[in-house]
């Protein structure tokens, strides 16, 4: 199982950036899917997640301006960022669980400058 994400980059402060992910390899759905980012210095956290069955979740962090979806079909989410600040930079990770095994995806930068 593979997962690629794609979609990171540089943006202006107040900006939006979608980010997309598909999990390969698998004709299984994954279970749940999200994703993490992390900045330099600091640990990998959670910003969301999305079930198999819809239901979401949003760290407080992002909650209002980020948007979890998913093409339950083809194992792909994706992430609709608005209102983009500074402290949203960092590498952007997508990860799944399948039959209770995670799997991870490479990581997007995602920049936001003010």
């Known amino acids: 199982v593979q997962l690629q994400a794609f979609g990171g980059g540089l943006v202006q402060a107040g900006g939006s950036l979608r980010l997309s992910c598909t999990a390969s390899?698998?004709?299984?759905?994954?279970?749940?899917m999200a994703w993490y980012r992390q900045s330099p210095g600091n640990q990998r956290d959670l910003v969301a997640s999305?079930?198999?069955?819809?239901?979401?979740y949003y760290a407080d962090s992002v909650k209002g301006r980020f948007t979890i979806s998913r093409d339950g079909n083809n194992n792909t989410i994706f992430l609709q960022m608005d209102s983009l600040k500074p402290d949203d930079t960092a590498v952007y990770y997508c990860?799944?669980?399948?039959?209770?095994?995670?799997?991870w995806g490479r990581g997007t930068q995602v920049t936001v400058f003010s």
């Open positions: 990860t799944g669980v399948r039959l209770g095994k995670p799997y």
């Open positions: 999305i079930e198999h069955g819809g239901s979401t």
């Open positions: 390899g698998t004709a299984i759905s994954m279970n749940i």
